[in-house]
Nanobody, 126 residues
Framework: VQLQASGGGLVQPGGRLRLSCTAS????????IGWFRQAPGKEREGVSC?????????YADDSVKGRFIISRDKAKATVYLQMNSLKPEDTAVYYC???????????????????WGQGTLVTVSS
């Protein structure tokens, strides 16, 4: 199982970025993909997750709901996180991870997934 996260960078407050998580080495349809982030000095926290098979998606909390959109492209084995109206508090290393669909079932986006990609740094600053 390999996950490759990309798309991070420096953006001004109010800007947007799209992160990508490309999977290889497993049948993506059988899994859920989650996005997580870890800010300096803070614990890793969930952002959003999506079940690849049916596209059902969940967001961790109201801080990202309405600003972030998770989606998937099965043909490209890629999950996207479109981040809009970015705020300085969104600054963090963003990770994608994979696990069974029960890890993305509306009961929170918990960073207990088994398979992790490397992070991509998002910095929101003027």
């Amino acid at each position: 199982v390999q996950l490759q996260a990309s798309g991070g960078g420096l953006v001004q407050p109010g800007g947007r970025l799209r992160l990508s998580c490309t999977a290889s080495g497993f049948i993506l349809d059988d899994f859920a993909i989650g996005w997580f982030r870890q800010a300096p000095g803070k614990e890793r926290e969930g952002v959003s997750c999506i079940n690849i098979s049916d596209g059902s998606a969940y967001y961790a909390d109201d801080s990202v709901k309405g600003r972030f959109i998770i989606s998937r492209d099965k043909a490209k084995a890629t999950v996207y996180l479109q981040m809009n109206s970015l705020k300085p508090e969104d600054t963090a290393v963003y990770y994608c991870a994979a696990d069974l669909p029960e890890y993305c079932s509306g009961h929170g986006v918990i960073p207990e997934y088994d398979y992790w990609g490397q992070g991509t740094l998002v910095t929101v600053s003027s």
